[in-house]
């Protein structure tokens, strides 16, 4: 099933005449890797380059990933009658999708490639592998079914993606297959210093300081039955740290930490409180689910609308729903 599904992607992709990549909404080393990978497959088969459409600003560390200069956030270019294929990569939320299809004109098939337990599977085809490490390992996939040899700007991409969801090859999304596949991109050129250096190599002082605050915070919080720590939007303005630049704090802390279950709650910049949940025995994808949130079995997460953090007397911080909302 597997492979007859990439092989229809491969015959989508090379019939295609003006096909738009969409890269998930949360804009990640493995939503870029994936995607940037294929415009790679694209060049090299005599296709054009497309478009690869991002939600918000590429973070300045993937500024380096071959074809980073495809990625766009312009919406307009949905307004276009002629495209008429749509690849999604790492993105579960079926609705991010749809709203971008429907600004198109024309009626384009969807291929969705991703690896989120909790994917809708909403394309016209969908090649979802919820057991691969990255959607990079999914990807790589497509490119060994049709022995296709790998250059290295795609290697250097597919590697960055697999290296930003097993979190450098440490977390529990990392398989025999996912270490299987690295070796075999270093092997085609992978530079893998610059994947790493993406990786760890780009927090400032103050995003570290917003960190120390989260580690003073942790404790055992009953109700969540898991250790708990969380920001507040304060902490955030104070140290003037972006919310990009404290992503990969529960990454962090699920990899250094002796508890299975971390749960990370954090003050958006839309009245809501965000929570990030890692754990190495329980599926919180099925919480986040349940709370209209995604993820995958042991990295998962979910917004609460309309609420704030508030620190009891007890030195517990507990989530407060906003009234009047
Ligand atoms: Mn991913």
Redesign the pocket.
Same mark, same amino acid.
């Given at each position: 099933m597997e492979s007859y599904k990439h092989k229809q992607i491969h015959e989508a992709l090379m019939h295609a005449h003006n096909p738009v990549f969409i890269s &998930?909404e949360r804009v990640?080393g493995? *939503?870029l890797g *994936?995607s940037l990978a294929m415009v790679d497959f694209m060049q090299t088969h005599g296709k054009q380059q497309p478009f690869v459409y991002v939600a918000t600003t590429v973070p300045e560390v993937y500024s380096s990933l071959p074809f980073i200069n495809r990625c766009t956030q312009n919406i307009e270019i949905f307004s276009d009658p002629t495209i008429d294929l749509v690849v999604s990569f &790492?993105c579960s939320d079926s609705e991010f999708i749809k709203r971008l299809v429907a600004l198109i004109p024309g009626n384009p098939r969807i291929i969705n490639i &991703? @690896? @989120?337990k909790t994917n809708s599977l909403y394309g016209d085809i969908n090649q979802v592998i919820v057991d691969a490490s =990255?959607? =990079?390992e999914v990807v790589y996939g497509f490119f060994e079914s049709h022995h296709l040899p790998i250059s290295k700007d795609a290697a250097t991409c597919l590697f960055a993606?697999l290296c930003? &969801?097993t979190t450098a090859f440490t977390n529990s999304a990392t398989n025999n297959r996912a270490l299987d596949i690295a070796s075999k991109l270093i092997l085609s050129g992978a530079r893998i210093q610059d994947a790493i250096r993406m990786l760890f190599k780009n927090r400032s002082v103050a995003a570290l300081r917003v960190w120390g605050l989260a580690l003073e915070r942790l404790h055992f919080h009953p109700d969540f039955d898991s250790v708990i720590t969380c920001l507040t939007r304060k902490d955030i303005k104070e140290n003037q740290v972006s919310e990009e630049e404290i992503e990969g704090l529960s990454n962090f802390l699920s990899l250094v930490t002796d508890t299975e279950t971390i749960y990370v709650l954090r003050e958006t910049s839309e009245q809501g409180v965000k929570v990030s949940m890692r754990s190495s025995t329980r599926d919180v994808s099925a919480i986040a689910r349940e709370k209209g949130g995604g993820g995958h079995e042991r990295a998962a997460g979910y917004t609460i609308k309309n609420a704030m953090l508030l620190c009891g007397e007890n030195g517990c911080w507990r989530v407060e729903k906003i009234v009047g909302k």
């Amino acid at each position: 099933m597997e492979s007859y599904k990439h092989k229809q992607i491969h015959e989508a992709l090379m019939h295609a005449h003006n096909p738009v990549f969409i890269s &998930d909404e949360r804009v990640d080393g493995d *939503s870029l890797g *994936s995607s940037l990978a294929m415009v790679d497959f694209m060049q090299t088969h005599g296709k054009q380059q497309p478009f690869v459409y991002v939600a918000t600003t590429v973070p300045e560390v993937y500024s380096s990933l071959p074809f980073i200069n495809r990625c766009t956030q312009n919406i307009e270019i949905f307004s276009d009658p002629t495209i008429d294929l749509v690849v999604s990569f &790492d993105c579960s939320d079926s609705e991010f999708i749809k709203r971008l299809v429907a600004l198109i004109p024309g009626n384009p098939r969807i291929i969705n490639i &991703d @690896h @989120h337990k909790t994917n809708s599977l909403y394309g016209d085809i969908n090649q979802v592998i919820v057991d691969a490490s =990255a959607t =990079a390992e999914v990807v790589y996939g497509f490119f060994e079914s049709h022995h296709l040899p790998i250059s290295k700007d795609a290697a250097t991409c597919l590697f960055a993606g697999l290296c930003f &969801d097993t979190t450098a090859f440490t977390n529990s999304a990392t398989n025999n297959r996912a270490l299987d596949i690295a070796s075999k991109l270093i092997l085609s050129g992978a530079r893998i210093q610059d994947a790493i250096r993406m990786l760890f190599k780009n927090r400032s002082v103050a995003a570290l300081r917003v960190w120390g605050l989260a580690l003073e915070r942790l404790h055992f919080h009953p109700d969540f039955d898991s250790v708990i720590t969380c920001l507040t939007r304060k902490d955030i303005k104070e140290n003037q740290v972006s919310e990009e630049e404290i992503e990969g704090l529960s990454n962090f802390l699920s990899l250094v930490t002796d508890t299975e279950t971390i749960y990370v709650l954090r003050e958006t910049s839309e009245q809501g409180v965000k929570v990030s949940m890692r754990s190495s025995t329980r599926d919180v994808s099925a919480i986040a689910r349940e709370k209209g949130g995604g993820g995958h079995e042991r990295a998962a997460g979910y917004t609460i609308k309309n609420a704030m953090l508030l620190c009891g007397e007890n030195g517990c911080w507990r989530v407060e729903k906003i009234v009047g909302k």
